[in-house]
């Protein structure tokens, strides 16, 4: 389909009745002040000024007044101003007519916005606002080009993914948790207005959409994790039927062109850049403040006046926005500074970034029950989970649940997802808004009393083949409901534990095993272990199994005849295993490469005792008899490793970021990393050793 086609298919309004177009999502009712999500959905008219008064903070910060009006210094972190929309290449994604509406009256072209406006009709404001569209038309940039949208698929993405958990539901659309005979319930808050994604370019609505954080770094409209056909799916639907708005009264007006020098000018004087930049890449220009908010005295006057003069920000303030903000100004200027605890800062952070929308914290938080519908679960055996199977996690304890790496993972990074049957994503609101939560949640979730759990993999009772055996069918059964790398559970498709050791926090996995209910309210996960005399060393047992789970057979119930042998090439990453192995005696830890290189290292002796070259091992004989007889090496050329001196004690390994294990041990007494990985040409080990600080290095080839 050519770019015309393309075009023709998505604008051509006759191909959608009048019904159809009015229960688009871009005909939600309209909100006539400016929203933010958080405000509304926790301040009522009639609640108490000190619950008010932290909308007020809220409120602050996120319409950006701090952007102008410096709070004091002990306020700055928490009511920091969050930066605007990136100006960027603007006039290739919107119009020369949008962008005058916009600017002209915000409030008129896209209810509920947080824009001010600055402009209200006095001599020459219109030239000021020509100069503006002239010089932000005049920002141009290669905008990607995307593939052609499908307005059905879009349709079911955008109710599916997450966007109606802060945006409108078109009412057009039946979620399937919707009885047939019953009407679907409107949600009861406002959403978060969406009205401008009409006027923009459909191929630059599809590239914002893709990757939204570019256009908007404060992430308040987040990355969804879409892939650039469903971006563009979804941006066809949100054009259904588009008819540009024109300008009417700038064409009645007949302004001269003011030229783009102008409207730069014009760009500084008016402040846009306490908010806005106009560079890729780049934040707003730190500006002069215009009155510090520790200053200002008269709060029914500038912004919070009933009738503003031109030129101040005009946001369309509602009685209790205007309430909350005097409140909250008037809080600032004490001078004693209300302290917030480290889950306070962590309640802000998530509240200003809406993350209540979707998960609850503490009590507080979840999607209200009409947007709740649209939540949705692909596979239908996982309806047995009730709500677990289609809502976001509860995030309670999550600080001490999850690692720093998995949690980066989760927050910006790639591969946090462990719940594959859930339809709704998390998004990626950026490192930048996010990154806080690494070094505050785990101190906000720390658990007053430690549990106490060794994962050395050193004690007698850690037996990998032991922990696989307490999770099997004849035994505590987990696989009843987890699955473990691609093999699915045999019964309903719960969190697979195949990166339990690499996501978890080895302290909140036996607190969670120990006590379900208690650590994680709502679980339907079984105290399994409860009354078990040897539950502390059993815990353990599974832990260190799931631990070198790469070199270890499936649990019973998901074990088959072909994963007997380990194949690190088909693995794509190295194996580590952990058996009786020939030459490298009972405790012997295997290392398999994809490239066919391999070795074993013996912890009793301290060192790498032979490499070899070909296939890894076949651990049939040490998982399915009880002689438990030695491994032998499946290659060729098998060389033994030259024998060692010293008083050597063996202190574990650690993987790095490709799963290459590091041996910790020490030298009559001094400490000693060594690794060997495959060198560069695929036929030699790379052999390095760090003692006392100093790395050696030296290549083997046999």
Known sequence: MNRLQKLLTVFAPFAFSCGELSAHPLQAEPINHAYVFGFDQYNLPEDPDEHVVEGGYLLLGELNCTACHTPPKAWQERL?????????????????DSLWLLIRSPQHRKKGTQMPGLFANEEGDAEKVEALTEYLSSLKQDVKAMPAGDIERGKELYHKVGCVACHEPATDYRPAKAAADVEVEKPGLASVPIALADAYDVNALAEFLFNPLTHRPSGRMPNMRLSEQEAADIAAYLHIGRTPEKATER?????????????????AQMRCTACHTTEPKSEPLATAPVQALAELKMLDHGCLADKQPSGTPRYDLNELQKRALRLAITAIQQPTVPAL????????????LNCYACHDRDGKGGPEDPRAQYFGSNDGSAESLGELAHLPPNLDNVGRKLTAEWLKKVLWGEGGSVRPYMDTRMPNFGEAQTEMFVGLLPEADKREQSVEIDVSGLAKHHRAETGRQLMGATGLACVACHGLKERKSLGPPVIRLTHTVERLQPEYFKELLLNPQATQPGTMMPPMFMGRKKADQEIESIWIYLKELEGQPLPEGLLSTEDFELKPEKEGKPIVFRSFIEGAGTHAIAVGFPQGLHATFDPVQGRFTQIWRGRFLDAMSNWQTREMLPIKPLGTDVKALPEVSGVRVFGGYKLDAQGVPTFLYTVDGEPVEETLRPAADGKSFEHVTQIKGKIQKEVLSW
């Open 80 to 96: 920091a101003a969050k930066p605007g929309p990136n100006l960027a290449g603007v006039g290739s994604r919107l119009d020369a």
């Open 251 to 267: 064409a009645a007006l007949k302004i001269a062109s003011q030229g783009v020098a102008k409207g730069k000018e014009v760009f």
């Open 341 to 352: 605890t480290t889950n306070q800062k962590v309640d802000w952070q998530m509240t200003r």
